[in-house]
Nanobody, 121 residues
Framework: QVQLVESGGGQVQPGGSLRLSCKAS????????MAWFRQTPGQEREAVAR???????SYTQAMGDRGTISRDGAKNTAYLQLNNLKPEDTAMYFC???????????????WGQGTQVTVSS
C-alpha cells in the first residue's frame, strides 16, 4: 500500500524557515513525480512546486522564490524548504506523487495527509 507521510510543519515566526519532508513508501520504484500543495480552510488547494526523478522542477507563483523543492531518491523523500515565511503562508501543506505524470498536470495519484504550517508572532 502506497503511503506518503509529511513532516516538518510547525509554528514559526514571520521571517523564519521550515523544511518539510515527504516520505514515500509502498511503491517498488521511486515515484516519477513528487509535488507540494497547500490549502487553507475554505480555499481551494494550491500547487506550490513539483520535481521529477531527473531533478527538473517547476514552481507556481504561490511562494515565489521563498520555496525550494528537492528530493532524495535513495530515501524516497521529497523536501520543501520554506524561507522568509509570512503569515499568509499559514496552511496545511500536502505532498503528492505519481508514477507516470508530472509536468502538464497537477492531478496526481497519491496524496499524503498533510503537515500544518503556522506563521505568527
Amino acid at each position: 500500500q502506497v503511503q506518503l507521510v509529511e513532516s516538518g510543519g510547525g509554528q514559526v515566526q514571520p521571517g523564519g524557515s521550515l523544511r518539510l519532508s515527504c516520505k514515500a513508501s509502498g511503491h517498488t520504484d521511486s515515484f516519477y513525480c513528487m509535488a507540494w500543495f497547500r490549502q487553507t480552510p475554505g480555499q481551494e488547494r494550491e500547487a506550490v512546486a513539483r520535481i521529477n526523478t531527473e531533478g527538473s522542477t517547476s514552481y507556481t507563483q504561490a511562494m515565489g522564490d521563498r520555496g525550494t523543492i528537492s528530493r532524495d531518491g535513495a530515501k524516497n523523500t521529497a523536501y520543501l524548504q520554506l524561507n522568509n515565511l509570512k503569515p499568509e503562508d499559514t496552511a496545511m501543506y500536502f505532498c503528492a506523487a505519481d508514477a507516470v505524470l508530472c509536468f502538464g498536470t497537477w492531478e496526481y495519484e497519491y496524496w499524503g495527509q498533510g503537515t500544518q504550517v503556522t506563521v505568527s508572532s
